[in-house]
């Protein structure tokens, strides 16, 4: 995947925010990092759900990218569900998932995500995901 981005212009869409991103594989979690901090944003990274709760209660947090994959390992082992898990109503989060299958819809929506990012996942797409997941949560108050 090309990920070079031109800087001419010296514009950084996620400038200011800060992202919490909750991802187990550690290709994509160096990848999205580093796509997050050329366009401006700092970035939080978490590879256990345990390890993104205690930093979404330490810190403010904008938006929060969180693999499905990793919140159904950790519910299974748990025992729990997705309820239980401590995540604030008041943070945009946006699904990651291998593909969409019918099984993640559901995690999707109990995790109350704005949307829904599938891999591989493009340059292009993620900032204005980001922009219109915290767009949502300003206008409905929740994603769901």
Same mark, same amino acid.
């Given at each position: 995947?090309?990920?070079?981005?031109?800087?001419?212009?010296?514009?950084?869409?996620?400038?200011?925010?800060?992202?919490? +991103?909750?991802?187990?594989?550690?290709?994509? =979690?160096?990848?999205?990092?580093? /796509?997050?901090?050329?366009?401006?944003?700092?970035?939080? +990274?978490?590879?256990?759900?345990?390890?993104?709760?205690?930093?979404?209660? !330490?810190?403010?947090?904008? +938006?929060?990218?969180?693999?499905?994959?990793?919140?159904?390992?950790?519910?299974? /082992?748990?025992?729990?569900?997705?309820?239980?898990?401590?995540?604030?109503?008041?943070?945009?989060?946006?699904?990651?998932?291998?593909?969409? &299958?019918?099984?993640?819809? &559901?995690?999707?929506?109990?995790?109350? !995500? !704005?949307? !829904?990012?599938?891999?591989?996942?493009?340059?292009?797409?993620?900032?204005? =995901?980001?922009?219109?997941?915290?767009?949502?949560?300003?206008?409905?108050?929740?994603?769901?």
């Amino acid at each position: 995947m090309n990920i070079y981005k031109e800087q001419s212009t010296g514009y950084q869409l996620l400038a200011g925010l800060k992202i919490l +991103v909750l991802e187990d594989e550690l290709d994509n =979690l160096t990848l999205l990092s580093y /796509i997050l901090q050329v366009e401006g944003a700092g970035v939080i +990274v978490a590879n256990s759900v345990s390890e993104a709760v205690n930093q979404l209660q !330490c810190q403010l947090i904008n +938006v929060a990218l969180i693999s499905i994959k990793a919140i159904e390992k950790y519910i299974s /082992i748990k025992n729990i569900n997705i309820a239980d898990i401590e995540i604030p109503k008041y943070i945009p989060k946006i699904a990651m998932v291998d593909s969409v &299958r019918h099984s993640d819809w &559901r995690s999707i929506r109990d995790l109350g !995500c !704005c949307a !829904c990012l599938s891999k591989p996942f493009y340059y292009d797409q993620i900032a204005p =995901l980001i922009i219109g997941a915290q767009e949502v949560m300003e206008l409905h108050g929740n994603c769901v």
